[in-house]
């Protein structure tokens, strides 16, 4: 009979994954750093009761220079198929709009996904998107891969709360500039996690962003912010 393995060794072997996937962001010698605010507000419910469809929807703000100056704002749609109890498909569009120093960017996103979940202390999850982006200024359709791990597990059983880890890799496939293929940023993020109702979840905590730009490599402080709501 195989062994079970216990919780602690579930935690091992994530946290190894998560330091794997944040070591491929290649490190700038001296990167640029900033403070940014990163807030999303997910609202999901079931396409009709008993059902293995699902709807979500994302609405994302994200501010750079603390909270001072707006940075990107986007609306994204998804509808997930469950294909067993730990495992779905998706496929989603976003429209968003990017704000630089000089002007503005808009962006039409759609992408799919499979996601995959398993465990309860702690819980383990990974995600990949594959995403087709239209950016205002680029003649050609910019391709982009993305592959998280994120793991839970519970603080105080009492009171809903929850540590939160997880890295999000993303890579450039193809666009327009083919000098911009390869690394385009790195997302790892700890924090934590409280149930305000049986519907409702708060998760706040740091992330470090590393990004490749025309620049260089530019690395933000992040303070992520996320309300989870159920219909």
């Known amino acids: 009979m195989a062994r079970k393995r ?15 996937l944040g070591a491929e962001a290649p490190a700038a ?5 900033e403070p ?25 703000v994200r501010t750079r220079e603390g909270a001072g100056t707006l940075d990107f704002v986007a609306e994204r749609v998804v509808v997930t198929r469950q294909l067993t109890s730990h495992s779905g498909i998706g496929v989603g569009y976003a429209y968003g709009a990017g704000f630089p120093d000089a002007g503005s960017v808009r ?9 995959w979940s398993g465990g309860v202390r702690p819980r383990i999850s990974f995600r990949s998107r594959v995403e087709e982006r239209f ?14 791990v994120r793991v839970t597990w519970p603080l105080v059983t009492r009171n809903g709360l929850h540590g939160v ?7 450039q496939a193809s666009s327009a500039r083919p000098a911009s293929w390869g690394f385009d940023s ?34 933000s402080h992040v303070m ?7 219909l």
């Open 6 to 20: 216990s919780p602690s060794g579930w935690s091992a072997t994530a946290m190894a994954m998560l330091m794997a």
């Open 186 to 219: 790195n997302q790892l993020f700890v924090g934590a996690a409280r149930t305000l109702s049986p519907r409702q979840t708060f998760e706040v905590g740091y992330m470090n962003v590393r990004a490749h730009t025309a620049g260089g490599n530019r690395t």
């Open 29 to 33: 010698a001296q990167p640029d750093t």
């Open 36 to 60: 940014r605010i990163w807030t999303n507000v997910q609202t999901q419910g079931r396409i009709a009761t008993g059902s293995s469809w699902r709807w979500i929807s994302d609405s994302i």
């Open 135 to 148: 950016i205002t200024g680029q003649d050609a359709m910019s391709l982009r891969a993305r592959q998280q």
């Open 165 to 171: 880890a997880s890295n999000e890799l993303f890579v």
């Open 107 to 115: 962006e039409h996103r759609f992408d799919q996904q499979y996601a």
């Open 224 to 230: 992520s912010i996320t309300l989870l709501v159920a």
